[in-house]
């Protein structure tokens, strides 16, 4: 068994001594969640996602990679071995395009863009994603917003998203928007569907048969 190191960083200057405590980076095989691969593959199509060779092309093919804590192909490793809050708490997800060009080059055949997706929502259920993140922010008042109206209203997902990371940054852009709104080209009405009664009980139906699953 591999014991955790702890130890003190001493930053010595004319004038004074800076003690820090070092973080533990090893992590315990009591403490990974050996299920969490299994369910990420099963809510991802990904059930080829244990049969991953760990030869890199994703991340080679990655265009974000660079900008990534973790390349996809580590993601993908820790994943499968139960690095849960590591994965969940990463940017790695959230900076994830979606152009699919790992997909398309995996010798495997994994949806890494579905695993991406699935994490995501893992993420956000669980409570992981950075609070003023942009990214999750915006994706969790889209579907606030299509579930109470049925339809998204541009408007006000924008004033969601600003209030909730930078109110500033509204201000910023107000001449865009005042331009936008007279143009005609967005609108301050927000958009329904006339029968949101019928999308709700279909919502409620798709929730609850999730929860079935799970049980």
């Known amino acids: 068994m591999i014991l955790p190191t702890f ?4 930053s010595n200057n004319k004038h ?3 003690k820090k405590a070092v973080v533990r980076r090893i992590k315990y ?5 050996h299920n969490f691969g299994e369910h990420i593959a099963a809510h991802a199509y990904g059930e080829r ?3 991953c060779i760990q030869c890199g092309t994703c991340s080679a093919t990655c265009p974000l990679s660079h900008y990534m804590d973790y390349t996809p192909r580590k993601v993908i490793a820790m994943t499968r071995e139960g690095f849960k809050e590591e994965v969940l708490n990463s940017l790695t997800i ?3 395009a979606s152009c699919y060009s790992c997909v398309v080059q995996c010798p495997r055949q994994i949806h890494i863009t579905d695993v991406m997706y699935a994490l995501k ?3 956000i259920a669980s409570g992981y994603f950075p609070r003023r993140l942009p990214i999750p ?7 606030n917003l299509v579930k109470r109206n049925g339809r998204n209203t541009e408007s006000w997902l924008l004033v969601n998203l600003y209030m909730r990371t930078n109110p500033f940054k509204m201000f910023k852009e107000s001449i865009l928007g005042l331009r936008l709104l007279l143009a005609g080209r967005m609108s301050l009405i927000p958009d329904r569907i006339k029968r949101r009664a019928e999308l709700s009980t ?5 929730q609850a048969g999730k929860g079935a699953s799970k049980s």
């Not at 130890?7 to 001493?10: N, Q």
């Open 7 to 10: 130890a003190f960083i001493y």
């Open 16 to 18: 004074k001594t800076e």
């Open 29 to 33: 095989e009591a403490e990974l969640d």
């Open 49 to 51: 996602l244990m049969s």
């Open 94 to 96: 959230w900076l994830c």
């Open 121 to 123: 929502r893992e993420a």
């Open 137 to 143: 922010v915006l994706a969790k008042a889209f579907f």
């Open 202 to 206: 279909i919502l409620k139906a798709v």
